[in-house]
């Protein structure tokens, strides 16, 4: 079965600065992998995903994420952040066979200050 | 635009008394999903429509059931709610299922509180 960590359950960054935000996923066979976000009070909304091909993956909102393969990974990184990008960031992973069931990790905590 | 709804935002019901929470979407897709999702921890699947076909995930709780009338439609029944399923309940939907790369459309969630 798929399972999903992410190990930093907040990250606190300054506006303008990078971010990274790590996943690590578990999976036998290549994963479909998938970035939500999540304003307070609000549903997910998809950043990005990666089912196959190019391991760099745009998505919206400036946001990027590699996938490696080597290191059972997918970041999600952005080159600088924003106030309005304060919100909980979800990692999912979904099987590539029949029904797709998404995976999710316990979400990053985003802070942004001043 | 095509959206998930959820009706209402908030809901309050008290131990015991049965409520239903409410998802319509305008996507016109097969798949509508159920997750429960409490504070701090990740949204988990309940269960899931394939048009009308129901699957019901192995660990959720006889107390959940869920019926599509239509394609449009999806409704979330708690029976008797305990204090312990207070938390955010987010629909959502998909086109198809086993697809490559599916993506799911999120709804912005009902939050239940239960007294």
């Known amino acids: 079965a798929q399972s999903v960590t992410q190990p930093d359950i907040h990250i606190t960054v300054s506006e303008g600065a990078s971010l990274e935000l790590r996943c690590n996923y578990s999976?036998?066979?290549?994963?479909?992998l998938f970035w939500y976000v999540q304003s307070p009070g609000q549903g997910l909304q998809l950043l990005l995903k990666?089912?196959?091909?190019?391991?760099l993956v745009q998505g919206i909102k400036g946001f990027e994420a590699e996938f490696k393969r080597s290191q059972s990974s997918f970041n999600l990184r952005k080159p600088s952040v924003h106030w309005s990008d304060a919100a909980e960031y979800f990692c999912?992973?979904?099987?590539?066979?029949?029904?797709?069931?998404?995976?999710f990790g316990t979400g990053t905590r985003l802070l942004v200050s001043p | 635009d095509a959206m998930v709804i959820q009706n209402p935002r908030y809901q309050v019901t008290q131990f015991g008394k049965p409520v239903t929470l409410s998802c319509s979407q305008t996507l016109n897709h097969n798949v509508m999903y159920w997750y429960q999702q409490k504070s701090s921890q990740a949204p988990k699947l309940l269960f899931h429509?394939?048009?009308?076909?129901?699957?019901n995930e192995a660990d959720t709780p006889d107390n959940f059931q869920s019926r599509r009338p239509n394609t449009s439609f999806c409704f979330l029944d708690i029976r008797s709610p305990g204090l312990g399923d207070a938390a955010m309940y987010l629909c959502?939907?998909?086109?198809?299922?086993?697809?490559?790369?599916?993506?799911?459309?999120f709804g912005p969630g009902t939050r239940l509180l239960v007294l």
């Open positions: 999976y036998g066979a290549t994963p479909y």
């Open positions: 999912a992973v979904g099987a590539n066979t029949g029904f797709q069931k998404l995976v």
């Open positions: 429509y394939y048009d009308k076909d129901f699957n």
């Open positions: 990666y089912f196959s091909g190019d391991t």
């Open positions: 959502a939907t998909s086109r198809d299922i086993g697809r490559k790369g599916e993506t799911q459309y």
